[in-house]
C-alpha cells in the first residue's frame, strides 16, 4: 500500500499498526514531514512502514501497489494530471485507489448552500492554486470540483470510478477507482 502526499505520514502510520502483515509506504517531497512520519513510526515500533522523499510527478513504482491512497493531496499538485497517471500505473491490474478530496460543484450555483464555500473559494485561490502555479504547474482553479477529479481520473486510465459520501465528513468526496 502506498500513500501520495502522506505530509506527516500518520495515516500511512495508523494503517501499518493495523495491519502488520502488510507494507506501507508515504510519498511525499517534504523532508521536514518524511523526518517526522519516520520519526513517529519508529516511536511506534513499526517495521512494515516506510517513507520516502519523492516528487510524485516521478513516481516510477511499476505495478506493485494493492491500494494508493491520497488523503487531500491531488489538486494540489503541480500536475495532478501527471500524478494521477503515476499511481494508476503503480498499481497491479485490479488495484484500488482511494482518492479523498474536496466536495464541491464545477457549477457555482450549486456551491451557493454549502456553509464552507467562501472558505474553499479563498484557501483555492490564495493557497491551492498559487502553491501549483508557484511550482509551474496547472493551476487547476478555484474550488476544485468533483466533475473535474471524475474527468482526470478516467483520463489516467481508472475504470470503476465511483464517488461515495461519509456522512461524518460533508467536506470532502471519496472516489474509489480501480485499474
Same mark, same amino acid.
Given at each position: =500500500?502506498?500513500?501520495?502526499?502522506?505530509?506527516?505520514? $500518520?495515516?500511512?502510520?495508523? =494503517?501499518?499498526?493495523?495491519?502488520? /502483515?502488510?507494507?506501507?509506504?508515504?510519498?511525499?517531497?517534504?523532508? !521536514?514531514?518524511? %523526518? /517526522?512520519?519516520?520519526? *513517529?513510526?519508529?516511536?511506534?515500533?513499526?517495521?512494515?512502514?516506510?517513507? #520516502?522523499?519523492?516528487?510524485?510527478? $516521478?513516481?516510477?513504482?511499476?505495478?506493485?501497489?494493492?491500494?494508493?491512497? +491520497?488523503?487531500? /493531496?491531488? $489538486?494540489? #499538485?503541480? &500536475?495532478? +494530471?501527471?500524478? @494521477? /497517471?503515476?499511481?494508476?500505473?503503480? @498499481?497491479?491490474?485490479?488495484?484500488?485507489? @482511494? =482518492?479523498?478530496?474536496? #466536495?464541491?460543484?464545477?457549477?457555482? %450555483?450549486?456551491?451557493?448552500?454549502?456553509?464552507?464555500?467562501?472558505?474553499?473559494?479563498?484557501?483555492? !485561490?490564495?493557497?491551492?492554486?498559487?502553491?501549483?502555479?508557484?511550482?509551474?504547474?496547472?493551476?487547476?482553479?478555484?474550488?476544485? *470540483?468533483? %466533475?473535474?477529479?471524475?474527468?482526470?481520473?478516467?483520463?489516467?486510465?481508472?475504470?470503476?470510478? *465511483?464517488?461515495? #459520501?461519509?456522512?461524518?465528513?460533508?467536506?470532502?468526496?471519496?472516489?474509489?477507482? &480501480?485499474?
Amino acid at each position: =500500500m502506498a500513500d501520495v502526499g502522506c505530509g506527516r505520514g $500518520h495515516a500511512v502510520n495508523l =494503517m501499518a499498526q493495523a495491519f502488520p /502483515a502488510s507494507r506501507f509506504t508515504g510519498y511525499d517531497f517534504s523532508v !521536514t514531514a518524511i %523526518e /517526522a512520519a519516520r520519526a *513517529e513510526a519508529a516511536a511506534l515500533g513499526l517495521a512494515n512502514a516506510t517513507f #520516502q522523499v519523492r516528487d510524485v510527478t $516521478h513516481l516510477d513504482t511499476d505495478r506493485g501497489f494493492d491500494l494508493v491512497t +491520497a488523503f487531500d /493531496a491531488i $489538486h494540489d #499538485q503541480a &500536475r495532478p +494530471a501527471t500524478v @494521477l /497517471a503515476n499511481i494508476h500505473d503503480a @498499481l497491479r491490474p485490479g488495484g484500488t485507489f @482511494l =482518492m479523498v478530496d474536496i #466536495q464541491a460543484s464545477s457549477r457555482l %450555483e450549486q456551491n451557493l448552500d454549502l456553509p464552507w464555500a467562501g472558505y474553499l473559494y479563498a484557501v483555492s !485561490t490564495y493557497h491551492c492554486m498559487s502553491v501549483s502555479l508557484g511550482l509551474g504547474g496547472d493551476g487547476l482553479g478555484t474550488a476544485w *470540483e468533483v %466533475e473535474t477529479a471524475a474527468a482526470m481520473l478516467a483520463d489516467a486510465g481508472f475504470r470503476d470510478v *465511483e464517488q461515495k #459520501q461519509v456522512d461524518a465528513d460533508p467536506f470532502n468526496a471519496y472516489f474509489v477507482a &480501480r485499474r
